[in-house]
C-alpha cells in the first residue's frame, strides 16, 4: 500500500521554510507500514494542484495534502479539491461549533472570513482540528484517500494522529507493525554496525527490519516487524535483549527517551543533583539539561568559565595545573568537575574543556580535542575525545558525550 | 525561467532525514531569478527516477538532482541518466586526478570502487566537486538544462556555489537581481508590517518585491529587484536608507549577519567583555554567544543559576529581594545582571530570569514571563517579556531579546 504527500505552498519553493512536515509524515505512515512513493511540493496555484493530484493518485492509493488552508485569500487548496472532485459546499456545523468556540476562548467574535472555513466540499468528512480552524477533510474517490490538512506542523501532526493515522489503518486493514527502538551512546555507527553483524544477520529469517538514525554522539536503532501482534512483539522483545547483552554499555534508553531525559530520570531516582562547568561548550550541555521540562528539581546551575581566570577564580583551578598541562588538558578538566560541585555544592560536577575551532588548535592539540570529566563523592573519571574541524558539530558532540559518560556513572 | 529540483533517496521518504537541500537551493535560484515550479523527492528506483524526469521537463527548463551519487551499489542516479539519455560512459581525466588527489590527502590508495567515480555519462560535463569524490553533472538536451549533484548538503552547496549558479547565469542570460535584507529584532511581524506599510507600498512602483522571514526573536527584511544594476542598486539602497529612518532602533544588522556577531563586532570594536546570568534560558544565551567562532576574544563567562542557592552564592543576590520580589522579577533581575558583572570582571552583564514552563506560572506571573537586565558602567536596564507557553520557544525567544537588548545598550 503506498501513499504519497503533496505540499502547496510558494514558501517551501523559494525556500522560505524547510519542509519538515513530510520527514514526520512518512516516518509516522512508514510506522503503520505504509511506504511514501513521492513527495511532490508545489506552487498555490490550481492548475498546478490538479496536475499533481492527477500524477500522485496515479501512482499511489493515498494522497495526503498539507498547506494552503489560511482563512484568507491563499484558501486555494478548498476550492481547487471543491472543483477537482466536482462537489459543492456544505456548511459543517460540528466545526463551525469549533471554530465559534475557538475564537469565544480567546474573547473574540468569530468573523464572516472565520465562519467559512466551516464550509467545506460536500463530499468529504471534515476532521476536527484541535489546535486550529482550518478543519482537515477527507475524500474517498475511486477507492483511493484523499487527505487535506493544514501545513502549520501542530495542526497537521494533531490531525495525523487523532484522526488520520487511525482511519487509515482501519481502511485499508493494515497489519500490525511492531516498533523498537534503542538508543545508543558512545560508539559510531561503522564501529556498532561492525559489532552487531552477526546479532543483525540474525534480523533477516525473522523479517525485522533494523534501521541506523544517527544524530550527533549517538545512534538510534530502529527495529520494526509486521505480523501478528503476539507473535512479532515476543520476536521483537527477544531481539532487543539478545541486543542488550551484546553491548550493555552502549544503550542508554529505548523509544522516544532523549539523554537528557534519562539523566533526569536516573537523578530523581536517585533524589541527586547536577551541576555542570563549560569551557568548550560555553553553555550548550546545561542547555541540553535545562530543555527538559522540570529540569530545576536536580539542575543547580552552570559555571561557564570561557576565560582562564574565571577557571581560576569561580572554579577553583590551580594557575600550576593550567601552566603546566594547558587549559585543554586532563587535569584541568578534573579540577573543573570537583570545583563546580563544591561550589555549588552538588552530587555531581560534568566539566568540558576542549577546542572547538576553528582557531585555538595546535600539532599537538588538534581542532576537536576536547578533555570531559564527571565529578562525585566516588571520585572524578576523565576522557579525551577526539571529535573533527566542524566547530558546531564539535560542541553538540562534546556535550552529548559528556552526557552519556555522566549517565554511566550514574548507573554504576 | 522555471527550474524544478528532483531529491532522490528512499532516506527522505521515510522521514529519515529532512530535506534541507531544496530550501537551499530555491532560497539561491531565486536570488538569481529562477523560479522553483515543483520540488519532487522520489525513491532509489530508476523507473520512477525516469517518470520524475519526464514530468519536470514538461514543466521547466532547468532541472536539478541531488542524491544517488554514492560510491557505492546506490549508484543509481548515474546509471538511470546515461540511460535515459542513451549516452555510453567515459572517464573524465580531471575527476580522476581529483578523486586520485582525495584520497592521497588522507593517505589512501583509490580503489576500483572510487576510481569508477570518475566516469561519467559521455554527453555530459563534469563539474569538479572540491569537498567528495561524486563529481557533479551538467547535460544540455534539447535546450533544457539537467544537473545531478551529490545529496551531501556542503558537497552540493558548493557545486552550486563554483559551478552550476555562474553556468544557469551564463547559459539563460539572467537579469541582474539586486538583494538587501535588513535584520530586525525587538518588534513582531504584524506590528512591524503595521509600521512600515506606507513604505512597503511604495515598492510596488519600483518593481522592489518584499519578503518577510521570521524566526524566534526576530524577522528579517529581504528587498529583491530584478533590472539594470546600477539602476535597481540605487533604488534598493534608497529605500533602505528610508526604512532605516523609519525604525532605527529595531534595525540590528544586514545580509547574513547574526545577531551574536553583530555584538561580537561591536565589542571587539569596544575592545569590551561580557558575562551572563542565566535562570531560565539554562545556558542558551551563553550558547548562542559562543556558537560565534573567536567569542573567547570578548565572552568571558557565564553563571547558570538555576537554584535560587546560586543566584544568592554565586551571584551575590540579596535573599531579601527574592523573598520580598520572587526570583521573577526586576529586581533579581538586575542583580544577576550587576552580580555576574562584577564576579567575572567584565564590562556588560547580561542577565535572564522567567517562566519556562510548561510548570511553575501562576496568575500574577504566567508561563512565559521573563525578566531580562544588561548591567554596564552605564547602570543598569531592565525589560519585562510576556511569551507564550512553548518551553523551546520560550528560551530561544528570550535569548534572543536579551541579545537585542544589550545590543541597544551597546550602541547607545
Not at 487527505?147 to 500490525?176: I, T, Y
Not at 560508539?187 to 550527533?216: C, F, T
Not at 530520570?265 to 543533583?273: A, D, F, G, S
Not at 576537536?368 to 558532540?397: C, H, L, M, P, Y
Request: one cysteine or more; aromatic letters at 6%.
Amino acid at each position: 500500500m503506498q501513499a504519497e504527500i503533496i505540499t502547496i505552498g510558494d514558501e517551501i519553493l523559494i525556500g522560505q521554510i524547510v519542509d519538515t512536515n513530510s520527514a514526520w509524515m512518512g516516518r509516522e505512515l512508514n510506522k503503520i507500514g505504509l511506504r511514501v512513493k513521492q513527495i511532490s511540493s508545489v506552487s498555490d496555484d490550481p492548475q498546478h494542484i490538479r496536475a499533481a493530484l492527477d500524477e500522485a493518485r496515479g501512482r499511489a492509493d493515498i494522497i495526503l495534502i498539507t498547506g494552503g488552508l489560511g482563512p484568507t485569500n491563499d484558501d486555494l487548496t478548498k476550492n481547487t479539491l471543491k472543483d477537482y472532485f466536482g462537489m459543492d459546499w456544505r456548511m459543517d456545523e460540528q466545526v463551525l461549533e469549533d471554530v465559534t468556540g475557538f475564537f469565544a476562548r480567546f474573547g473574540r467574535e468569530t468573523t464572516e472570513v472565520n465562519r467559512l472555513q466551516a464550509q467545506v466540499p460536500a463530499g468529504c468528512v471534515a476532521l476536527r482540528n484541535r489546535f486550529g480552524t482550518a478543519p482537515g477533510m477527507w475524500f474517498e474517490i475511486g477507492g483511493k484517500v484523499f487527505v487535506s490538512m493544514p501545513g502549520v506542523p501542530h495542526e497537521m501532526k494533531g490531525l495525523m494522529e487523532s484522526e488520520v493515522l487511525p482511519r487509515l489503518k482501519e481502511k485499508f486493514k493494515l497489519p500490525f507493525i511492531c516498533h523498537s527502538t534503542i538508543l545508543t551512546q558512545g560508539i559510531g555507527e561503522s564501529v556498532l554496525a561492525e559489532k552487531i553483524a552477526d546479532w543483525e544477520k540474525s534480523l533477516e529469517a525473522l523479517g525485522i527490519k533494523l534501521a541506523y538514525l544517527p544524530s550527533p554522539g549517538m545512534v538510534r536503532l530502529r527495529l520494526s516487524c509486521a505480523g501478528e501482534e503476539k507473535k512479532v512483539r515476543g520476536e521483537v522483545d527477544e531481539k532487543v535483549k539478545e541486543l542488550q547483552q551484546l553491548i550493555p554499555e552502549f544503550i542508554f534508553g529505548y523509544g522516544e527517551e532523549t539523554l537528557p531525559e534519562v539523566i533526569g530520570r536516573l537523578l530523581m531516582e536517585k533524589k541527586q543533583t547536577l551541576s555542570t562547568a563549560e569551557s568548550c561548550t560555553g553553555g550548550y550541555a546545561a542547555h541540553l539539561i535545562t530543555s527538559v521540562a522540570g529540569s530545576s528539581a536536580y539542575f543547580l546551575g552552570s559555571i561557564i568559565a570561557y576565560a582562564n581566570e574565571v577557571k581560576m577564580q569561580q572554579l577553583g583551578v590551580q594557575k600550576s595545573t593550567i601552566e603546566k598541562y594547558g587549559a585543554v588538558s586532563e587535569e584541568v578538566a578534573r579540577e573543573m568537575a570537583e570545583g563546580v560541585r563544591q561550589k555549588l555544592g552538588t552530587d555531581y560536577g560534568l566539566a568540558f574543556t576542549g577546542i572547538a575551532g576553528p582557531g585555538g588548535g595546535s600539532e599537538e592539540k588538534p581542532v576537536g580535542t576536547v578533555w570531559i570529566a564527571v565529578a562525585s563523592a566516588k571520585g572524578a573519571v576523565s576522557k579525551k575525545f577526539q571529535f573533527g574541524d566542524n566547530r558546531e558539530r564539535n560542541i553538540q558532540r562534546a556535550a552529548v558525550s559528556g552526557l552519556g559518560m555522566l549517565r554511566k556513572e550514574l548507573i554504576r
